[in-house]
């Protein structure tokens, strides 16, 4: 969101680039960075995702609660700018407790039920192994993907408040009996995004 004289204006991204493209963190964060410092002050970070925790199924979209970094990467390594932000940030609570709140509370108008979880980002972009799930599982994971993670990091380093959203695509590796593909992602993608956009503009009416 984006202040200017007038009130508030929402700012949006389209697309985004992922390491597994080739690109270093510092491009990954490089938009989300750009709009913070033209003055948003939230950031509603989106990405699909494959299910691992028992609760969650195919179609079902996910309020962020915390996450696992499992890219092996940081935006924040290097030289730090204290005008961005400390050299250590704090990370006790990534994802915004009062935007998850008024997410919940705008899926129950819409007449449905977000789920909550744990976000895992690794780097892709193969998909997971079983095992790999197994152990995503065991740490606390509840939804994986391979964007998202760098991100609210950065965010949280210039003070934004952060709002995580995913939607369930697929059944992670070993979970369900279909072979993963990109199109079959994208499908449930499409089928979802109705939805989806309902519930993001159920959030930023109660944010304006």
Same mark, same amino acid.
Do not use: W
């Given at each position: 969101?984006?202040?200017?004289? $007038?009130?508030?204006? &929402? %700012?949006?991204?389209?697309?985004? &680039?992922?390491?597994? $493209?080739?690109?270093?963190? !510092?491009?990954?964060?490089? *938009?989300?960075?750009?709009?913070?410092?033209?003055?948003? /002050?939230?950031?509603?970070?989106?990405?699909?995702?494959?299910?691992?925790?028992?609760?969650? !199924?195919?179609?079902?979209?996910?309020?962020?609660?915390?996450?696992?970094?499992?890219?092996?990467?940081?935006?924040?390594?290097?030289?730090?700018?204290?005008?961005?932000?400390?050299?250590?940030? !704090?990370?006790?609570?990534?994802?915004?407790?009062?935007?998850?709140?008024? #997410?919940?509370?705008?899926?129950?108008?819409?007449?449905?039920?977000? /789920?909550?979880? &744990?976000?895992?980002? %690794?780097?892709?972009?193969?998909?997971?192994?079983?095992?790999?799930?197994?152990?995503?599982?065991?740490?606390?994971?509840?939804?994986? *993907?391979?964007?998202?993670?760098?991100?609210?990091? #950065?965010?949280?380093?210039?003070?934004?408040?952060?709002?995580?959203?995913?939607?369930?695509?697929? /059944?992670?590796?070993?979970?369900?009996?279909? &072979?993963?593909?990109?199109?079959?992602?994208?499908? %449930?993608?499409?089928?979802?995004? $109705?939805?989806?956009?309902?519930?993001?503009?159920?959030?930023?009416?109660?944010?304006?």
């Amino acid at each position: 969101m984006l202040g200017t004289s $007038e009130g508030v204006s &929402v %700012v949006t991204m389209q697309g985004r &680039v992922h390491m597994y $493209e080739g690109h270093p963190p !510092d491009d990954v964060v490089f *938009g989300l960075r750009l709009m913070l410092h033209l003055g948003a /002050k939230t950031a509603i970070i989106t990405n699909a995702a494959g299910g691992i925790g028992a609760h969650l !199924d195919v179609g079902d979209l996910m309020l962020i609660e915390d996450q696992l970094n499992l890219t092996g990467k940081n935006p924040l390594v290097g030289p730090n700018d204290e005008q961005m932000g400390p050299r250590f940030v !704090d990370m006790t609570t990534p994802f915004d407790v009062e935007l998850r709140r008024l #997410a919940s509370e705008g899926a129950k108008a819409l007449g449905f039920e977000v /789920k909550r979880g &744990v976000y895992v980002g %690794v780097l892709g972009p193969s998909y997971e192994t079983p095992a790999e799930i197994r152990m995503y599982r065991t740490m606390g994971g509840d939804a994986v *993907g391979m964007s998202t993670v760098l991100e609210v990091i #950065a965010a949280r380093h210039l003070g934004a408040r952060v709002l995580g959203i995913s939607c369930i695509t697929n /059944k992670a590796a070993g979970l369900g009996h279909e &072979v993963l593909t990109h199109e079959d992602v994208q499908e %449930v993608a499409v089928r979802v995004r $109705e939805r989806f956009v309902a519930l993001l503009g159920a959030v930023l009416r109660r944010l304006l």
